[in-house]
């Protein structure tokens, strides 16, 4: 008893030692010594103080996000994909592990999170940065969570908004300019990134023995990163999606005899780079036209927004382009002025009033 209160003493493991500690019970004139001792064991047992398994897990070294992380290099991240490879080493090394490095797993709580998120933030991350960042973090952490049988870890952080901007998109009337304003086999890429709705990498990746000119389909089997081969985005990604018949008529005259080897390449045979083409080519291309920049995913962007604006059916569109749901489809979805004019007009026609 000290000062008219009732004080608990007792002892706890920790991996520095046995450590002494003391809790307030209540005071003297509400509680008596039995009443009192009651208490604290009932304290100590509902914290499981006195078990053989808190002694286990109390003097065993805390684990740092550092060996998690390297844990999770050496196990996990080779089975990913090889985008995941190259970029995650850099993202843990940089932003990750110099922060997080030495602090046991157990300790990071939100807060800690949110520290972590303004530093970054003070770094002059972009929003979107910092959102993939968060991302690789929590699959860090709770892969090992998962390893060991406990339960996933949750945090509440305060990310940064990230901005919502229309991606650029090509409008038909776009792509047919840039279409004929190519030449070689760039005509016929852009004309098939626009008829088919391919993402760059299984564009560039497309084997002769890919395209069935006879029944207009274009089997998506693989992907290009960095300039190797990989497998598609996901297993939604692997596809057969149907060519129009100019389309398939322009391929034929671009192929001619051949039955193997890519469909786009370099002069020496290696594969096209899309950065290279968008730079190179693509860019050129918008500048002499007078019109706004894009990539070949804006041809992407275009070719959903087409299809959508004809009424063709979002589930047919989704499977076309290899999205894994509609919503992702809707994202892909813009509308111009002239659409929305000829819409809302539509519209009004058929209100009595």
């Not at 008596?32 to 398994?53: C, F, I, W, Y």
């Amino acid at each position: 008893m000290r000062f008219g209160r009732w004080v608990g003493r007792y002892y706890e493991d920790t991996p520095d030692g046995r450590t002494r500690k003391a809790i307030v019970l209540g005071l003297k004139a509400e509680l008596t010594r039995s009443q009192a001792r009651n208490k604290l064991m009932l304290k100590l047992a509902q914290d499981g103080v006195n078990t053989p398994e808190h002694f286990e897990r109390a003097t065993k070294p805390a684990i740092t996000f550092t060996q998690v992380a390297s844990e999770w290099e050496a196990k996990k991240l080779p089975l990913l994909k090889p985008s995941t490879r190259y970029m995650a080493p850099r993202q843990i090394k940089t932003h990750l592990t110099s922060f997080f490095g030495r602090m046991a797993v157990a300790d990071i709580r939100t807060g800690t999170v949110n520290d972590w998120v303004a530093s970054l933030s003070a770094k002059g991350l972009e929003p979107k940065t910092i959102h993939n960042l968060w991302k690789v973090f929590r699959a860090i952490v709770n892969w090992h969570a998962q390893q060991n049988d406990e339960q996933l870890r949750k945090w509440y952080p305060s990310l940064p908004v990230v901005p919502l901007k229309e991606p650029r998109w090509f409008t038909p009337a776009e792509a047919e300019r840039i279409v004929a304003s190519s030449t070689g086999q760039y005509k016929v890429l852009f004309h098939l990134v626009w008829a088919s709705g391919l993402r760059a990498g299984e564009l560039l990746a497309l084997h002769v023995e890919d395209i069935d000119l006879s029944r207009g389909i274009v089997h998506v089997r693989r992907s290009l990163y960095r300039d190797i081969e990989v497998t598609p985005k996901t297993p939604r990604s692997y596809r057969d999606v149907w060519i129009d018949s100019g389309t398939i008529k322009m391929l034929t005259e671009y192929l001619g005899d051949r039955q193997t080897g890519r469909v786009f390449q370099t002069r020496n045979g290696t594969p096209l780079g899309a950065h290279n083409v968008v730079r190179q080519v693509l860019h050129p291309i918008c500048k002499r036209l007078g019109i706004a920049r894009g990539g070949l995913h804006s041809f992407r962007h275009g070719r959903v927004s087409h299809l959508q604006a004809m009424n063709v059916p979002a589930e047919f569109v989704k499977a076309q382009v290899g999205h894994s749901s509609l919503a992702m489809t809707g994202r892909y979805t813009h509308f111009g002025d002239s659409f929305a004019r000829e819409q809302v007009e539509r519209a009004a026609s058929n209100w009595t009033h």
